[in-house]
């Protein structure tokens, strides 16, 4: 009805972009922008959200096997067939000015679609943070667009060893940036969120929130009265951190309001 | 623009139906201040339920299929949605499913306390067993069921149901005998889809109910053909995308009309969209009030 209707595709390649993270290829000349996603159906298993992590005719999701369906995911090949639905959600936003990427551990898939066509309207900063640097994945795409990288790790087995939201800190503090765009775990958009502000910066945050339907229908990603699948993922930080549920609250999957 | 269900007066006909966006209260509110009349909400049942697993939508160029499984977080800890809703001036209708009429009893007056304004008796889940339209289909257990509720509650009760059957006329004449204020037709037409490319069903449950434009040529013969075996009001539910749909529905002898799947189409905002395509329509067609449409069909 939204024009998404499921596809079934073929994978043309399965990556592996270090010990823990996996990238599945496929054809499908969807158009797309940075920040959008699909719903991903393994037949047999689940259809689970993911973020497109390449946004050409040769579209790309990228994720860390944590359960069923991103495990059977994992052992697909080439050749296999799945099924997509979407292109869903809105997509990041250049403003203007310098810009900070910030992707902490799966976000990373959902931001760096964004650095390569920014890099074409200005200076970009990347920072990458992950538990460590077997987590770590993309750092050649962010060099060869010709972005900043700035590493953390929780460990720190590669770049700064702390929290990305240190790096963040400090990438504000030096004043030139204009806008910041963040993927990744709650507590950490919760956070970049909160120094942005700090810094008079604007923010664009993708949020992720359990999903059915993808369509706007189930009601089951709602985020105070916002549908994070059709009026997100992405949402500017005024309206996050004005919100109740933003870094507090989610719905399982039965519809109970709990803890994030 | 305003309607009347029996009692029961609305700023305009145009509800949210059951199951589309009516699990949480900041939902609901929004519906609501988009311009709808009222909502109706995600039917709840005696416990929490996950409801299936995905794919539970498949999409279509005319509509779209469903077998969401009735997830829902259970009548105890619905209170604080229903009091955040109602606290917004949200006219609120609970739904509610049960495997009998003890189970639906105790649901509809639960939902009195929480302070709806009334409940809606899912009889017509195609999906589930146990519930639904496997009751819904019964004229004896449907008289019991809405029995049982209009002496547990005090607000008006709506029987939503099912087009799964040979005679819906003879179902709603059952619930109307047995003090139902209302009927609510239809629930989504039991249907499936398969991956011809895949070699299986794409629903996890294989079934799942047809909802959208492509059942508003069902629920319009159900309206009409309850209309003539009933005399308390009826609510036309299936495929509503415009203010003529909403025409035709009340023409064929509905009180007022439920939205779903065209929220997907068009967002949460079709509801204001709508009602101003109806108030266009009555003024072009000459109708000053919406009980002036109601059943010409049928005359
Ligand atoms: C818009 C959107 C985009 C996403 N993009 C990506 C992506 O690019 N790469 C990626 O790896 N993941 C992404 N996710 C998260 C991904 O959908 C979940 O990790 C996936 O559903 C897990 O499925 P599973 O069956 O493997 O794990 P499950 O067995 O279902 O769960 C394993 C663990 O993951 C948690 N989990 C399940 N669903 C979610 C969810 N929606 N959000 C957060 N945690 C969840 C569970 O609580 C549990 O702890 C995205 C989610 C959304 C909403
Ligand atoms: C995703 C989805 C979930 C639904 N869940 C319920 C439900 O919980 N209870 C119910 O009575 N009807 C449910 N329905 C049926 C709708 O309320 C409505 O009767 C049907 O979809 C036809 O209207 P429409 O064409 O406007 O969608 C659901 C429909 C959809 C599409
Ligand atoms: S996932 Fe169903 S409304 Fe967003």
Redesign the pocket.
């Known amino acids: 009805m939204q024009g998404g209707n499921l596809r079934i595709v073929e994978i043309a390649e399965v990556v592996k972009e270090s010990p823990s993270i996996w990238t599945i290829r496929y054809r499908d000349p969807s158009p797309s922008k940075p920040g959008q996603?699909v719903m991903v159906w393994v037949p047999g298993?689940?259809e689970?959200?993911?973020?497109l992590?390449y946004t050409g005719d040769e579209k790309g999701?990228?994720?860390?096997?944590?359960?069923?369906?991103?495990?059977a995911?994992s052992e697909l090949s080439a050749g296999d067939r799945i099924g997509v639905r979407g292109i869903y959600?809105n997509s990041f936003t250049r403003t203007g000015g310098e810009v900070l990427v910030v992707g902490g551990g799966?976000g990373i898939?959902?931001v760096i679609a964004a650095v390569e066509p920014f890099v074409s309207d200005g200076k970009v900063h990347a920072a990458l943070g992950a538990r460590s640097r077997e987590e770590l994945f993309f750092e050649d795409r962010v060099i060869s667009a010709g972005a900043e990288l700035h590493i953390s790790t929780d460990d720190g087995s590669k770049g700064h060893k702390g929290f990305i939201t240190d790096v963040v800190r400090r990438l504000l503090g030096s004043g030139w940036i204009a806008q910041v765009i963040a993927c990744g775990p709650e507590k950490m958009l919760y956070n970049t969120a909160l120094i942005a502000r700090e810094f008079g910066v604007p923010g664009q945050y993708?949020v992720?929130?359990?999903?059915k339907c993808g369509i706007g229908v189930c009601d089951a990603?709602s985020l105070d009265g916002r549908l994070?699948?059709r009026d997100?993922?992405v949402f500017d930080g005024d309206f996050l951190l004005g919100s109740e549920d933003f870094g507090r609250f989610r719905l399982s999957p039965n519809g109970t309001r709990i803890p994030v | 623009m305003t309607s009347r269900v029996g009692k029961i007066t609305i700023r305009n006909p145009l509800l949210l139906a059951s199951g589309i966006l009516g699990e949480s209260s900041g939902s609901m509110i929004r519906v609501y201040s988009s311009g709808a009349g009222g909502v109706v909400t995600k039917s709840i049942g005696m416990e929490p339920r996950d409801g299936y697993r995905n794919p539970t939508v498949y999409e279509f160029e005319s509509g779209m299929l469903n077998a969401m499984g009735l997830p829902n977080p259970g009548i105890e800890h619905f209170s604080d949605v229903i009091s955040r809703t109602k606290a917004a001036g949200v006219f609120t209708v609970g739904s509610i499913f049960g495997g009998d009429e003890n189970e639906f009893s105790h649901l509809a007056g639960k939902m009195e306390a929480y302070g709806v304004d009334a409940v809606e008796l899912n009889l017509s889940c195609p999906h589930v067993e146990g519930f639904g339209s496997e009751l819904g289909s019964s004229p004896e257990r449907v008289r019991s069921v809405v029995g049982a509720v209009r002496q547990a509650v005090r607000i008006p009760v709506w029987a939503k149901m099912t087009p799964n059957v040979a005679d819906m006329g003879s179902i709603a004449a059952a619930a109307e005998e047995a003090g139902a204020d209302a009927i609510v037709a239809i629930n989504t037409v039991r249907a499936m889809a398969i991956s011809a490319r895949l070699r299986r069903p794409v629903l996890s449950n294989t079934y799942g109910g047809l909802s959208g434009e492509a059942v508003k040529y069902v629920g319009l013969r159900a309206v009409y053909e309850i209309g003539k075996k009933c005399s308390i009001p009826v609510i036309g539910v299936g495929g509503v995308r415009s203010g003529e749909d909403v025409a035709e529905y009340l023409v064929a002898g509905a009180s007022a009309v439920q939205i779903g799947t065209a929220v997907a189409e068009r967002g949460p905002g079709v509801f204001g969209q709508v009602a101003d395509e109806l108030s266009d329509f009555m003024e072009r067609e000459g109708f000053s009030s919406l009980k002036e449409m109601i059943g010409i069909a049928r005359r």
């Open positions: 996603f298993v689940d689970v959200p993911m973020s992590s999701i990228t994720f860390r096997p944590i359960g069923e369906t991103t495990r995911l959600g799966t898939a959902s993708s992720e929130r359990y999903m990603c994070v699948c997100g993922p």
